[in-house]
């Protein structure tokens, strides 16, 4: 059984490592592959060509990350209702002749917050991004029982876009944009995501600053390397709860493994497998959001 991961500059990802060791675990002859247009192999060959050849080659799926999430779906056969609401794709099963496109970004982040949504106040959240994996987030904010979602992002015309989307999907949401942090007056929220890339190596600091939080806010980060960003150690130094991106990237990851295989798993295995990983290595920030 072969399966495999396309996007750019993914030399270092944990997806073949973890989902391999899953494989093993559950008794399977599961190979995971890097399929990198950043490598020489790829470079230059479209979309559309991978798929085929990989089709061909008997991969039963294939995970899709950046840059390729919206792109792809025009090459499938049949969208789940997420994947069609948010418009991206993150795993691909080929089975029967057809090819099938799921979001488990979404589905990721619903569980990362379910299991510990007794603990949250679900009233107003402000969501940092507005791009692909901050639309998975922001459906799942709203199907996990959110009350009112505000929306950031740098980029002009985004967030509204993303309003527009949402409300277009989830006509009984309460869905807002605002454009400027500066002069928010934050202690309005019950919790806050991040769906940007601040808080990696590469893209150090904070989406903002935490000083205007009150203790009672959650604070979400879906960067998981580190393990605790910048946002998160400043929060919790408010007495904020605060959740790392390690359960939205170990959900996702079950889910895809699952839609791949036809095989159940382990969500405790796949916990324990990312926490070596991420202590053992670096990782490309391609990676490092969803």
């Given at each position: 059984?072969?399966?495999?991961?396309?996007?750019?500059?993914?030399?270092?990802?944990?997806?073949?490592?973890?989902?391999?060791?899953?494989?093993?675990?559950?008794?399977?002859?599961?190979?995971?592959?890097?399929?990198?247009?950043?490598?020489?192999?790829?470079?230059?060959?479209?979309?559309?060509?991978?798929?085929?050849?990989?089709?061909?080659?008997?991969?039963?799926?294939?995970?899709?990350?950046?840059?390729?999430?919206?792109?792809?779906?025009?090459?499938?056969?049949?969208?789940?209702?997420?994947?069609?609401?948010?418009?991206?794709v993150n795993t691909v099963v080929f089975q029967g002749g057809r090819r099938f496109g799921f979001n488990t970004d979404y589905s990721g982040f619903l569980a990362a917050v379910q299991t510990v949504q007794p603990a949250l106040f679900l009233g107003?959240?402000?969501?940092?991004?507005?791009?692909?994996?901050?639309?998975?987030?922001?459906?799942?904010?709203?199907?996990?029982?959110?009350?009112?979602?505000?929306?950031?992002?740098?980029?002009?015309?985004?967030?509204?876009?993303?309003?527009?989307?949402?409300?277009?999907?989830?006509?009984?949401?309460?869905?807002?944009?605002?454009?400027?942090?500066?002069?928010?007056?934050?202690?309005?929220?019950?919790?806050?995501?991040?769906?940007?890339?601040?808080?990696?190596?590469?893209?150090?600091?904070?989406?903002?600053?935490?000083?205007?939080?009150?203790?009672?806010?959650?604070?979400?980060?879906?960067?998981?390397?580190?393990?605790?960003?910048?946002?998160?150690?400043?929060?919790?130094?408010?007495?904020?709860?605060?959740?790392n991106g390690t359960g939205m990237a170990i959900h996702q990851a079950v889910d895809a493994f699952s839609f791949i295989t036809g095989k159940q798993?382990?969500?405790?295995?796949?916990?324990?497998?990312?926490?070596?990983?991420?202590?053992?290595?670096?990782?490309?920030?391609?990676?490092?959001?969803?």
């Amino acid at each position: 059984m072969k399966a495999g991961l396309i996007g750019h500059g993914i030399a270092g990802s944990l997806t073949p490592a973890m989902h391999e060791a899953e494989g093993r675990a559950l008794g399977l002859s599961y190979q995971y592959d890097l399929l990198d247009v950043s490598t020489e192999r790829f470079r230059n060959i479209p979309l559309s060509r991978i798929l085929d050849q990989a089709e061909a080659d008997s991969y039963v799926g294939l995970n899709i990350t950046h840059p390729f999430k919206v792109e792809v779906v025009e090459y499938l056969s049949e969208l789940s209702e997420i994947a069609r609401t948010i418009g991206a794709v993150n795993t691909v099963v080929f089975q029967g002749g057809r090819r099938f496109g799921f979001n488990t970004d979404y589905s990721g982040f619903l569980a990362a917050v379910q299991t510990v949504q007794p603990a949250l106040f679900l009233g107003q959240v402000l969501l940092l991004g507005a791009g692909g994996a901050g639309t998975a987030v922001a459906l799942a904010l709203i199907d996990a029982g959110v009350n009112r979602i505000v929306i950031h992002d740098k980029t002009p015309g985004r967030g509204a876009a993303l309003v527009a989307q949402l409300s277009a999907a989830r006509p009984d949401a309460s869905v807002a944009v605002v454009d400027r942090l500066v002069t928010m007056d934050l202690s309005q929220y019950d919790g806050v995501v991040n769906a940007t890339p601040m808080g990696m190596n590469e893209h150090p600091g904070t989406a903002i600053d935490v000083a205007g939080l009150p203790e009672t806010t959650w604070v979400a980060d879906i960067v998981y390397f580190p393990l605790e960003t910048e946002l998160l150690v400043q929060a919790k130094k408010r007495g904020c709860q605060t959740i790392n991106g390690t359960g939205m990237a170990i959900h996702q990851a079950v889910d895809a493994f699952s839609f791949i295989t036809g095989k159940q798993a382990d969500p405790t295995r796949f916990m324990a497998c990312i926490e070596r990983l991420i202590s053992q290595k670096q990782i490309p920030d391609e990676e490092l959001v969803p």
